[in-house]
T-cell receptor, first 113, second 113 residues
Framework: DQQVKQNSPSLSVQEGRISILNCDYT??????FLWYKKYPAEGPTFLISISSIKDKNEDGRFTVFLNKSAKHLSLHIVPSQPGDSAVYFC????????????FGTGTRLQVTL | EAGVTQSPTHLIKTRGQQATLRCSPI?????VYWYQQALGLGLQFLLWYDEGEERNRGNFPPRFSGRQFPNYSSELNVNALELEDSALYLC????????????FGQGTRLTVV
């Protein structure tokens, strides 16, 4: 049962343009969401997070949007840079039950010149 | 402050052998997660330990097991290794406080030949 889904396995964006990565979840108890970035042969690194009491969180070029009614979140990267090329994972947690982090399957972002 | 450390970084075993992977969490973190990332696939949840107890396990056979020690470090054991166990095994640690993200180690690359 995949509770966190990233339906696009890959995305290609031109340098300078906006990258939009999407994530859907099914568990309505999830109340904290995170995005991780992963380069090959390295562990994922934390990028940005959002609490369910917010609908937007911004950190530099990265903005995460949360639509609770649609159970959907997205990560916007503006402007995209070649160094952003990596696999991006969204993750969710039900902090009420101190549950584990549940990850999506990842989206591979390729930023082209 | 030291991050999450995993050892060894690379491990080569033959089919049928046992592999032991180790993880030291960030100081103060009581939760340790284990994930498997096989080639071309996303992060598959294996095990979650907190305060020395197994809290949850993913959809993996019983030959994947582990434990958490009193100092919160953790071991992942894989018995009767199969070729398809070849993967990057990632360990992450977190506290269970609201808003805390998980921090990942660099991973152990297990190759079964």
């Amino acid at each position: 049962d995949q509770q966190v889904k990233q339906n696009s396995p890959s995305l290609s964006v031109q340098e300078g343009r906006i990258s939009i990565l999407n994530c859907d979840y099914t568990n309505s108890m999830f109340d904290y969401f995170l995005w991780y970035k992963k380069y090959p042969a390295e562990g994922p690194t934390f990028l940005i997070s959002i609490s369910s009491i917010k609908d937007k969180n911004e950190d530099g070029r990265f903005t995460v949007f949360l639509n609770k009614s649609a159970k959907h979140l997205s990560l916007h990267i503006v402007p995209s840079q070649p160094g952003d090329s990596a696999v991006y994972f969204c993750a969710a947690r039900d902090t009420g039950t101190a549950s584990k982090l549940t990850f999506g399957t990842g989206t591979r972002l390729q930023v082209t010149l | 402050e030291a991050g999450v450390t995993q050892s060894p970084t690379h491990l080569i075993k033959t089919r049928g052998q046992q592999a032991t992977l180790r993880c030291s969490p960030i100081s103060g973190h009581t939760s340790v997660y284990w994930y498997q990332q096989a080639l071309g696939l996303g992060l598959q949840f294996l095990l979650w330990y907190d305060e020395g107890e197994e809290r949850n396990r993913g959809n993996f056979p019983p030959r994947f097991s582990g434990r958490q020690f009193p100092n919160y470090s953790s071991e992942l054991n894989v018995n009767a290794l199969e070729l398809e166990d070849s993967a990057l095994y990632l360990c992450a640690s977190s506290s269970l406080m609201y808003g805390s993200e998980a921090f990942f180690g660099q991973g152990t690359r297990l190759t079964v030949v």
